[in-house]
């Protein structure tokens, strides 16, 4: 089976392809920011070509896409206008009354400085659904509907979102609102909140469907576009676009809940590092993906996923109550534009050179530094080896840039300020990979840091150092690892509901019907897929608190049929659940389930490329030796440069030594080694640490010692 994974980043489009016999095609093409699907077409017809594929012939097309989060943090998205219950028109504007900065009078908030929708568009109408059953309080008044609906045509909005008050109860109101737009105002995007969102909480609800209705016609009109130059290439089948939730789903699904991708490309990077650490035999890794405007960080705990908190769901300083993947990123990459501040101080970011001009040394139109020019200036990348010798770099033109604008004003040589450079941005991610681990519960020393994206494994030696993190693994593949992860992603869907019961008021068996019915939505959703029986898995799950608690926690639904013997699991269930997050648990405390959710999953065969050769003794042959300059000596130091394909499984190599391949580089520093694994995985640790163990695969999941 030929399968293509096409991730669109801020400065590159990376593309992966594997063909009938599991060979491998590799490909980057700079990405196009006015339009993302040139780049993407360029970048598959790129790879078929150097696979000698025919691009026609492609059984699969798994996608990340950045559209929807840009149009969100760039506040470029629709103008939406809303139909709400009277009385309810500014929940969008008043939140919760909570800041993100508690005591400071100097703030923005984004949902009223950027409002998703003018509070001159968003209009109240007569009607009333009623808690807890959904019973009819005010009928509808269509006649109030239709001069709304009119209204928001006449200001030529693009997108209309329903929210209405407990919807999730009984649709019925918005559904009614849904064929009057359709009979009023066919060409509007229209996202109701019992579709989108089909759960209690009013602001958190009713921001997640403006968002969809903020990106929505952006995201079909990219997919449109993308499908007519696919179509052009001759390729006609589905495109699968990976989600937030861990998951792609098909066009149709996206276009219907476009919300769902404003994590699309960091989590194809979470999937592809998880694969990439499981394969080296780390079942807890800290992913850590560096491209040329972010730094994306993701924590995987004996080999499972993790989900954020719906609280911390937020892109662009709007709260979303939507399944996410726990990853966190920060405005640190290769494309980082490094300034002096008012003060005096260097700084580094977020402002971010991107694909156009990007930095300096792509003679490309670039002036500014960034944190590439910096490793170019340290000797860490070499001007012919960039992107396997097709695209140049100039280490004139770095040096030129961190000169003129950091050095000379700073009165330091080009070398410190390019150090300076790097940690100041290594500083940052060591922060933010904190933040997402040792805040949360986990001890970053039991943790491999898999590294990836094309500057991850140029930063890893440092923040693994800091962090005492134990091993580092630079996957085969690292410059293109989110696309390597979108291929073999299951397909899911997600199905959620409301309950807010007590588990002792609870019909256990009303409550067995309602996951059923979401169970045959997941199915037949995965059949329209196409995935047969055997290939769909349908997954409960539960978010529960004690009662009295302000918010609740997610975890996975015990097995079995709903009785008395299940709530008593559930009960268990959550009492451990709440005891990991917070280190206590009242068990005599009644529990309430508030949401019930279903995941439907179709299963796809893991991609899994060719192992390597064993190398059977022989030690890998450097191509070479440079000044490179490493943070563990302070200065520029003799390395060996050694081309990763010319390494083989089993072989060792010492540092100091830099590592080049086409879509990423690797640092060994000194004190350190690398040892390549069956599946190219390079697994680089403390010198002393590998001469005292059998193998470079320590973690504390897999039971074995841990040296600091």
Same mark, same amino acid.
């Given at each position: 089976?030929?399968?293509?994974?096409?991730?669109?980043?801020? #400065?590159?489009?990376?593309?992966?392809?594997?063909?009938?016999?599991?060979?491998?095609?590799?490909?980057?093409?700079?990405?196009?920011?006015?339009?993302?699907?040139?780049?993407?077409?360029?970048?598959?017809?790129?790879?078929?070509?150097?696979?000698? *594929?025919?691009?026609?012939?492609?059984?699969?097309? %798994?996608?990340?896409?950045?559209?929807?989060?840009?149009?969100?943090?760039?506040?470029?998205?629709?103008?939406?206008?809303?139909?709400?219950?009277? $009385?309810?028109?500014?929940?969008?504007?008043?939140?919760?009354?909570?800041?993100?900065?508690?005591?400071?009078?100097?703030?923005?908030?984004?949902?009223?400085?950027?409002?998703?929708?003018?509070?001159?568009?968003?209009?109240?109408?007569?009607?009333?659904?009623?808690?807890?059953?959904?019973?009819?309080?005010?009928?509808?008044?269509?006649?109030?509907?239709?001069?709304?609906?009119?209204?928001?045509?006449?200001?030529?909005?693009?997108?209309?979102?329903?929210?209405?008050?407990?919807?999730?109860?009984? &649709?019925?109101?918005?559904?009614?609102?849904?064929?009057?737009?359709?009979?009023?105002?066919?060409?509007?995007?229209?996202?109701?909140?019992?579709?989108?969102? &089909?759960?209690?909480?009013?602001?958190?609800?009713?921001?997640?469907?403006?968002?969809?209705?903020?990106?929505?016609?952006?995201?079909?009109?990219?997919?449109?576009?993308?499908?007519?130059?696919?179509?052009?290439?001759?390729?006609? @089948?589905?495109?699968?676009?990976?989600?937030?939730?861990?998951?792609?789903?098909?066009?149709?699904?996206?276009?219907?809940?476009?919300?769902?991708?404003?994590?699309?490309?960091?989590?194809?990077?979470?999937?592809?590092?998880?694969?990439?650490?499981?394969?080296?035999?780390?079942?807890?890794?800290?992913?850590?993906?560096?491209?040329?405007?972010?730094?994306?960080?993701?924590?995987?705990?004996?080999?499972?996923?993790?989900?954020?908190?719906?609280?911390?769901?937020?892109?662009?300083?709007?709260?979303?109550?939507?399944?996410?993947?726990?990853?966190?990123?920060? @405005?640190?990459?290769?494309?980082?534009?490094?300034?002096?501040?008012? $003060? @005096?101080?260097?700084?580094?970011?977020?402002?971010?050179?991107?694909?156009?001009?990007?930095?300096?040394?792509?003679?490309?139109? @670039?002036?500014?530094?960034?944190?590439?020019?910096?490793?170019?200036?340290?000797?860490?990348?070499?001007?012919?080896?960039?992107?396997?010798?097709?695209?140049?770099?100039?280490?004139?033109?770095?040096?030129?840039?961190?000169?003129?604008?950091?050095?000379? &004003?700073?009165?330091?040589?080009?070398?410190?300020?390019?150090? $300076?450079?790097?940690?100041?941005?290594?500083?940052?991610?060591?922060?933010?990979?904190?933040?997402?681990?040792?805040?949360?519960? %986990?001890?970053?020393?039991?943790?491999?840091?898999?590294?990836?994206?094309?500057?991850?494994?140029?930063?890893?030696?440092?923040?693994?150092?800091?962090?005492?993190?134990?091993? +580092?693994?630079?996957?085969?593949?690292?410059?293109?690892?989110?696309?390597?992860?979108?291929?073999?992603?299951?397909?899911?869907?997600?199905?959620?509901?409301?309950?807010?019961?007590?588990?002792?008021?609870?019909?256990?068996?009303?409550?067995?019907? /309602?996951?059923?019915?979401?169970?045959?939505?997941?199915?037949?959703?995965?059949?329209?897929?196409?995935?047969?029986?055997?290939?769909?898995?349908?997954?409960?799950?539960?978010?529960?608190?004690?009662?009295?608690?302000?918010?609740?926690?997610?975890?996975?639904?015990?097995?079995?049929?709903?009785?008395?013997?299940?709530?008593?699991?559930?009960?268990?269930?959550?009492?451990?659940?709440?005891?990991?997050?917070?280190?206590?648990? %009242? /068990?005599?405390?009644? +529990?309430?389930?508030? !949401?019930?959710?279903?995941?439907?999953?179709?299963?796809?065969?893991?991609?899994? &490329?060719?192992?390597?050769?064993?190398? =059977?003794?022989?030690?890998? #042959?450097?191509?070479?030796?440079?000044? *490179?300059?490493?943070?563990?000596?302070?200065?520029?130091?003799?390395?060996?440069?050694?081309?990763?394909?010319?390494?083989?499984?089993?072989?060792?190599?010492?540092?100091?030594?830099?590592?080049?391949?086409?879509?990423?580089?690797?640092?060994?520093?000194?004190?350190?080694?690398?040892?390549?694994?069956?599946?190219? !995985?390079?697994?680089?640790?403390?010198?002393?640490?590998?001469?005292?163990?059998?193998?470079?695969?320590?973690?504390?999941? /897999?039971?074995? =010692?841990?040296?600091?």
């Amino acid at each position: 089976m030929k399968q293509i994974g096409v991730d669109v980043g801020g #400065t590159f489009t990376d593309v992966f392809l594997v063909g009938d016999e599991g060979e491998v095609v590799v490909h980057k093409v700079p990405s196009t920011p006015e339009d993302p699907s040139i780049a993407t077409i360029d970048g598959m017809r790129g790879a078929c070509e150097r696979g000698s *594929v025919d691009m026609t012939a492609l059984d699969m097309v %798994f996608h990340g896409s950045t559209v929807a989060t840009n149009a969100v943090l760039q506040r470029s998205g629709a103008k939406v206008g809303l139909i709400t219950t009277k $009385g309810f028109r500014d929940v969008l504007h008043i939140a919760r009354h909570k800041r993100p900065m508690n005591f400071s009078l100097y703030q923005e908030l984004p949902w009223q400085k950027w409002p998703l929708v003018p509070r001159r568009l968003r209009l109240a109408v007569t009607e009333r659904v009623h808690p807890p059953n959904g019973e009819v309080l005010t009928p509808l008044d269509e006649v109030e509907v239709r001069e709304a609906v009119a209204h928001l045509k006449e200001q030529e909005v693009d997108a209309v979102a329903v929210c209405f008050l407990h919807s999730y109860l009984n &649709p019925a109101h918005e559904q009614r609102v849904a064929e009057i737009l359709q009979e009023d105002f066919p060409e509007a995007f229209v996202s109701l909140r019992h579709a989108v969102c &089909p759960e209690y909480r009013e602001y958190e609800a009713f921001n997640t469907v403006a968002v969809n209705a903020y990106v929505g016609p952006v995201t079909s009109a990219y997919m449109e576009r993308l499908a007519i130059r696919l179509t052009e290439a001759g390729l006609n @089948g589905d495109i699968h676009f990976m989600t937030s939730t861990g998951g792609v789903e098909s066009t149709d699904a996206v276009a219907r809940k476009p919300v769902n991708m404003l994590l699309s490309g960091p989590v194809a990077g979470v999937l592809g590092g998880m694969s990439a650490g499981r394969s080296a035999g780390f079942e807890n890794v800290i992913t850590f993906d560096v491209g040329g405007t972010s730094a994306d960080i993701g924590v995987i705990h004996k080999g499972q996923v993790r989900h954020k908190h719906w609280l911390d769901n937020e892109v662009g300083g709007f709260h979303l109550r939507t399944s996410m993947v726990d990853v966190s990123s920060i @405005g640190a990459g290769g494309g980082s534009i490094a300034y002096i501040d008012r $003060g @005096g101080m260097l700084q580094v970011g977020p402002r971010s050179a991107g694909a156009e001009p990007g930095p300096a040394c792509y003679g490309t139109g @670039g002036e500014e530094p960034t944190v590439t020019d910096a490793q170019v200036v340290l000797g860490r990348m070499r001007e012919e080896s960039f992107l396997g010798g097709r695209m140049s770099i100039s280490r004139d033109l770095a040096v030129q840039a961190v000169t003129e604008k950091i050095a000379e &004003p700073l009165d330091m040589t080009v070398e410190d300020a390019a150090a $300076g450079i790097i940690r100041i941005t290594t500083s940052m991610m060591t922060a933010a990979i904190e933040l997402n681990s040792v805040r949360k519960g %986990f001890d970053p020393r039991e943790f491999a840091l898999v590294a990836f994206g094309g500057a991850g494994p140029l930063f890893a030696p440092d923040i693994a150092a800091e962090l005492e993190i134990p091993d +580092i693994v630079a996957p085969r593949y690292p410059g293109i690892a989110s696309a390597m992860g979108l291929l073999g992603s299951d397909m899911v869907h997600d199905y959620r509901g409301t309950v807010v019961s007590v588990l002792s008021e609870l019909d256990p068996v009303a409550l067995e019907q /309602r996951f059923r019915d979401m169970e045959g939505d997941a199915r037949a959703q995965l059949r329209r897929d196409g995935f047969a029986e055997d290939a769909a898995v349908v997954e409960r799950y539960l978010e529960c608190r004690y009662a009295g608690q302000g918010y609740e926690i997610r975890y996975d639904a015990p097995a079995g049929q709903v009785d008395a013997d299940w709530f008593t699991m559930v009960a268990d269930g959550f009492h451990e659940v709440h005891e990991r997050e917070y280190a206590h648990a %009242f /068990r005599e405390n009644e +529990i309430e389930i508030v !949401n019930i959710g279903v995941r439907g999953l179709g299963q796809l065969e893991a991609v899994k &490329p060719p192992a390597l050769v064993l190398s =059977d003794g022989k030690t890998g #042959t450097p191509m070479g030796e440079r000044d *490179v300059w490493f943070e563990n000596a302070a200065a520029m130091v003799p390395t060996a440069i050694y081309s990763r394909d010319s390494l083989l499984s089993e072989q060792e190599v010492d540092g100091p030594a830099v590592i080049e391949q086409e879509d990423s580089t690797v640092l060994i520093p000194p004190g350190h080694s690398g040892r390549v694994d069956v599946a190219g !995985n390079l697994v680089i640790s403390p010198r002393h640490k590998i001469a005292g163990a059998k193998s470079p695969k320590t973690n504390s999941s /897999r039971g074995e =010692d841990r040296t600091p």
